[in-house]
């Protein structure tokens, strides 16, 4: 009966965050035709930072400021080493002069490539392997 009660207690005490990968995957596969609830034109503007910003909100986490552009997440949360990050970390990627924001899913067996899950890859919402030496930021 205790060990109940300890339980029931800390789950009703214990602020409760959603998962943000948990919740970006259930836009999984969806294309940019259909993001009208960012509240941004995909022909216009890199939505990776809006889809992000809109899934940080939907599981109790605060966005930074200015969140549709790449660079302002690496100012969300608190840093993490690369090689330390974990399913859900957010992760800020360079490829030239253009940035790029998403979650880590997961490294490949020799930490050449890194998967990400976000929006604004290949025009939708899904997993997508980029080069791990892109990486600029791993925030948490």
Request: glycine letters at 6%; a positive charge; aromatic letters at 12%.
């Amino acid at each position: 009966m205790k060990i109940i009660l300890v339980i029931a207690l800390t789950l009703f005490t214990v602020p409760c965050k959603a998962d943000m990968l948990g919740t970006a995957s259930k836009y999984d596969r969806m294309h940019e035709r259909s993001i009208s609830f960012l509240g941004v034109n995909p022909r216009r503007i890199s939505w990776c930072g809006a889809f992000l910003a809109f899934v940080a909100k939907r599981s109790s986490r605060q966005p930074p400021d200015n969140p549709n552009l790449a660079r302002s997440w690496m100012k969300f949360g608190k840093p993490v080493f690369a090689r330390s990050a974990r399913r859900g970390d957010v992760v800020v990627i360079r490829s030239g002069r253009r940035f790029h924001v998403s979650l880590f899913d997961h490294f490949d067996q020799r930490r050449q490539y890194i998967y990400l899950f976000g929006g604004n890859q290949s025009n939708r919402v899904q997993l997508s392997r980029y080069r791990a030496s892109s990486v600029v930021a791993v925030r948490r």
